[in-house]
């Protein structure tokens, strides 16, 4: 009995650790837009909202096979894409963040597919890498909320 009492004060001890560690109050996750998470918001929708709208100059350069300017568009214009999609992700809610990432994750891999067509001339997979990215991109901006 006497060798057990070290044991039974440190397992004691153990156990009111993890009731304190793991008995505090749930983090509250907002479930709706408040106004400091809609700012925020709004500070990064125009930005990548801009990008959007440009991406009908890079079917033009697609359809006329003007690989060069496809490459250099992709590089320019929408290579900041990345990074003002994760910023605005970072702020949508915390059920949306996860989707919302997986679809800039996609608009990219579609962006570095056109890349590599325009690098070899392939007109019909560029069209296919360009339908898939604006599908994306639509889907994330759907996420978004939208401000009057």
């Not at 156990?15 to 400091?36: F, H």
């Not at 915390?94 to 067509?117: C, G, I, N």
Request: hydrophobic fraction near 45%; charged fraction near 20%; charge should be negative.
């Amino acid at each position: 009995m006497g060798r057990f009492r070290p044991v039974l004060g440190i397992l004691l001890a153990i156990v009111a650790t993890c009731l304190v560690a793991c008995g505090g109050p749930a983090a509250k996750i907002p479930t709706t837009y408040t106004p400091e998470i809609l700012q925020q918001v709004e500070l990064y929708s125009p930005g990548v909202a801009s990008l959007r709208d440009r991406f009908p100059e890079l079917e033009g350069y697609i359809q006329t096979k003007d690989w060069v300017n496809v490459q250099s568009f992709i590089h320019g214009p929408m290579g900041e894409l990345r990074a003002r999609m994760n910023r605005l992700a970072a702020t949508l809610l915390t059920k949306d963040q996860p989707q919302a990432q997986s679809l800039a994750k996609e608009l990219y891999v579609h962006l570095e597919r056109l890349d590599e067509a325009a690098a070899n001339g392939q007109q019909v997979l560029a069209g296919q890498e360009y339908r898939n990215a604006l599908d994306d991109f639509d889907s994330f901006l759907a996420l978004v909320p939208t401000f009057q």
